[in-house]
């Protein structure tokens, strides 16, 4: 017997979560719990005692898990919050809803929310992270969120609560999304299909998307330019600082910064989550060596390494 309560949902000791991330690295989670609704969701953390950590988790797009696994009950969102409602001009999707899935089915409705079409997560990870492409963030249509608090409360949170900024958030600590509202501008539906198409496209020809990768690896840099001049900070992009400090294609064990694009970390069969964080660590210590810029992982990074 565990000492954990009993939830309705699925709740598994020592689940490995390799095959969880899209880097496919990493070691297990002391549990893995995927509850059968809010409502399980919310029994089982309020029965659960405060010291024990929880992780939510997503589709494992943007994560390392390292190698010696999460001293944690890990939370995966199913079925039961993958919703996605059309109310108006707003779009309601459960937290493990797909993003793309999302954008299609806003654009069928006429809605626009195409900036979501090629981000490779689900909308509890987007809100998490204010996911962002082609110019958009998610900060520029969430209306507010749903979720679960540590304590087991269920709470919902306006937009403005979450102090949302580039690539971050600040959610309350143990909170899990459950569900997001998102207002979204009228478009003509095939309009914005062929927007999406146009999107996918540029997408595939520049980025490495056949790989094990795990998108963007690090944040563009924030306050530098290479003049020293305020008004081209914003042109100066992670993947030509790590081309100037010669790390396009650069391999660590089985990990590579991708030769295609070099802001991608790729596993190119057989890496450890060692190989994919220590090879970003160099691109971090090179970049800064040669540029005086200290880039920002974008990739979360979560766990303990192996024992020794």
């Known amino acids: 017997m565990h000492p954990f309560p009993t939830p309705r949902g ?30 399980d969701l919310a029994a089982f953390l309020a029965a659960l005692d405060p010291a024990v950590p929880v992780f939510p ?18 939370i995966r969102l199913g079925k039961a919050f993958n919703s996605i409602e059309i109310q108006g001009d707003t779009v309601i999707a459960g937290a493990a809803a797909l993003d ?29 992270m204010n996911a962002g492409c082609y110019g958009s963030y998610t900060a520029d249509h969430l209306i507010e969120v749903r979720g679960v608090t540590r304590a087991g409360t269920l709470e919902t949170l306006p937009a403005a609560a979450l102090h949302l900024a580039y690539r971050q ?3 309350p600590e143990g909170w899990v999304i459950t569900e997001a509202t998102f207002h979204a501008k009228s478009g003509d539906p095939a309009a914005l299909d062929a927007k999406m198409s146009d999107q996918i496209a540029k997408r595939d020809a520049s980025q490495p998307t056949k790989d094990r990768s795990a998108g963007s690896t690090f944040r563009n840099p924030a306050g530098y330019s290479s003049t020293g001049k305020a008004d081209d900070r914003q042109d100066l992009k992670a993947w030509k600082v790590i081309d100037d400090a010669g790390m396009r294609g650069f391999r660590l064990g089985g990990a590579q910064m991708s030769p ?23 691109v971090r210590k090179r970049v800064f060596q040669t540029s005086g810029i200290a880039l920002e992982w974008e990739i979360m990074r979560v766990g303990e390494p192996a024992a020794k």
């Open 10 to 39: 699925t709740l598994t000791p020592n689940r490995p979560l390799s095959d969880l991330t899209w880097l496919r690295v990493g070691g297990p989670a002391d549990w893995f719990f995927q509850p059968a609704d809010a409502q």
């Open 57 to 74: 988790i997503g589709v494992g797009s943007n994560l390392i898990v390292r190698d010696g696994g999460l001293r944690a009950v890990v």
């Open 100 to 128: 793309a899935h999302v954008a299609r089915k806003s654009a069928e409705a006429g809605l626009d929310l195409t900036f979501l079409r090629t981000i490779p997560g689900s909308i509890g990870g987007a809100v998490r």
């Open 169 to 171: 958030s600040t959610l």
């Open 260 to 282: 295609m694009h070099s802001n991608f970390l790729i596993n190119t069969g057989g890496a450890t989550s060692a190989d994919l964080e220590n090879l970003g660590e160099e």
